[in-house]
């Protein structure tokens, strides 16, 4: 009889997976972007204000959300994910003027780095790629360049320092 109750026990588990699992996004790969949360004022190259973002960490650290705004008028949010499934980071962008950047990456050594697909446009094909990287003192650094379809630099979209509202 002991064997039977156990037997079903195991086979009728009235604990469900999900609430077996602690925390779904705990894992350290889960927490590579972590640099990255927090209030920020944003600046150019030469030091001018351009715009502000809050970056936070939503649904239990399963979504790393941001919400841009811009110092012309320009807004976006972006909402940001680690897959398991295929251990890439994924983010997607959407503004105030209607565009759309779908990213995939990695993270490695205080940096993330994302990628488009290859776009078309008239002046032809390229990718999107976005580098974060992590500064000694604390800010963030977000590089977002253009390349042809060999990986070659042809421009820059966007460079800001994400420098910790006081």
Not at 16 to 25: G, I, R, V, W
Not at 52 to 64: K, M, W, Y
Not at 96 to 105: E, F, T, V, Y
Not at 110 to 136: H, I
Request: aromatic share 12%.
């Amino acid at each position: 009889m002991k064997t039977f109750i156990l037997l079903l026990l195991l086979t009728f588990n009235p604990f469900p997976k999900q609430a077996q699992e602690d925390c779904p996004c705990c894992s350290s790969e889960h927490h590579e972007f972590d640099f990255w949360i927090g209030e920020w004022e944003v600046f150019n190259e030469k030091g001018d204000k351009i715009g502000e973002n809050l970056v936070e960490a939503l649904e239990d650290h399963c979504i790393i959300s941001e919400n841009w705004k811009g110092a012309t008028g320009t807004s976006g949010k972006s909402f940001s994910y680690y897959d398991s499934k295929d251990q890439t980071w994924n983010q997607l962008w959407i503004s105030n003027s209607g565009n759309i950047l779908k990213l995939k990456g990695t993270a490695s050594k205080g940096k993330m780095v994302l990628k488009s697909d290859l776009q078309e446009s008239e002046k032809g094909k390229f990718y999107n790629q976005v580098t974060w990287t992590k500064n000694p003192d604390g800010s963030v650094t977000q590089n977002w360049i253009l390349l042809d379809e060999n990986g070659k630099k042809i421009g820059k979209a966007f460079k800001g320092i994400y420098k910790k509202k006081n």
